[in-house]
């Protein structure tokens, strides 16, 4: 376990929180390609930062805590999801203290998983998860205090055979460095934190990060793998159900705006045609994101 120390100052942001994690991880990725996973939603911004430093791809790993009835912070347990697999860690020094343990760990855990498939679906605008099989996976939160999230994306990703996982985060509470570095080949983070109350007493500012700041940064990500795509795979379901109806010609033409559009993020794509041989394409604020439309002029 490595645990790199960092002079106890406050981040001012997020984007400060990754730039230090970044650093904090060049010692160990300098001769890796690895695969950066968030856990959305605080953990995002940090990660697309540690990503694009790192040039390195950029997914989601799905995480709920299970909080406690009429305690919702405190953690029970948490579940993970990546590619619709589930996997459950319980923290069985909390569930000693509740009453009716497994009825409140069953019930809470429904409503989560809920959640869980929504922001899923959400997040990934079709699109499969990138496979971690065989490959060093970097997993990233904004800040971890009691370990039950981190050890619930740690048991998902090993479940889909990772070779090797490094935890990270720019604070680390309490004991949470120990409950989850024994689960990791490394842990990194800037400062460990253990004398703070709660992960954003680490930041000067800590908004809650929206489901639109999520799905911005991680289409900005796509788009900047889309540089050497070499099939369909990464774009948009829609994109691809409109490239299927095309000849290979025409759809090679297209591809180039297509990935202009994922990079972006914001617009659709609009194909306007004269009824003659020239036919244009462009990403339009005319179309929706994820939409083609096509238009006589």
């Not at 730039?19 to 890796?32: D, H, K, M």
């Amino acid at each position: 376990m490595q645990i790199t120390l960092k002079e106890p100052a406050r981040y001012s942001d997020r984007e400060d929180a990754g730039r230090s994690l970044a650093a904090a991880l060049e010692p160990v990725l300098a001769a890796i390609e690895p695969l950066i996973l968030a856990l959305p939603r605080g953990g995002v911004p940090v990660a697309a930062v540690v990503a694009d430093v790192h040039r390195a791809p950029l997914d989601v790993v799905m995480v709920r805590k299970i909080g406690v009835p009429d305690y919702p912070e405190l953690a029970m347990g948490a579940i993970a999801s990546i590619g619709g697999r589930i996997e459950t860690v319980r923290n069985p020094h909390v569930l000693d203290e509740v009453r009716d343990p497994e009825g409140a760990f069953a019930a809470v855990a429904a409503r989560e998983e809920e959640e869980l498939a929504r922001r899923e679906a959400l997040y990934r605008e079709g699109q499969e998860p990138l496979s971690v099989a065989g490959r060093c996976v970097v997993i990233v939160d904004d800040g971890v205090a009691t370990g039950a999230t981190m050890r619930a994306a740690i048991t998902a990703v090993r479940a889909q055979g990772a070779d090797r996982v490094i935890a990270a985060a720019p604070v680390f509470l309490s004991s949470a460095a120990d409950s989850v570095g024994e689960l990791v080949d490394e842990l990194i983070s800037p400062w460990p934190g253990t004398n703070l109350s709660a992960v954003g007493s680490a930041y000067e500012a800590f908004p809650q990060v929206s489901d639109d700041e999520v799905r911005r940064l991680l289409q900005k990500a796509r788009g900047r793998s889309l540089g050497t795509m070499t099939d369909y795979s990464d774009l948009p379901e829609s994109y691809r159900a409109y490239l299927a109806g095309l000849d290979d010609s025409t759809a090679a033409a297209l591809m180039p705006v297509l990935k202009q559009s994922v990079a972006g993020g914001e617009h659709g794509v609009l194909i306007t045609t004269n009824l003659g041989p020239d036919t244009q394409a462009e990403v339009s604020p005319e179309v929706p994101y994820g939409e083609v439309r096509e238009t006589v002029r």
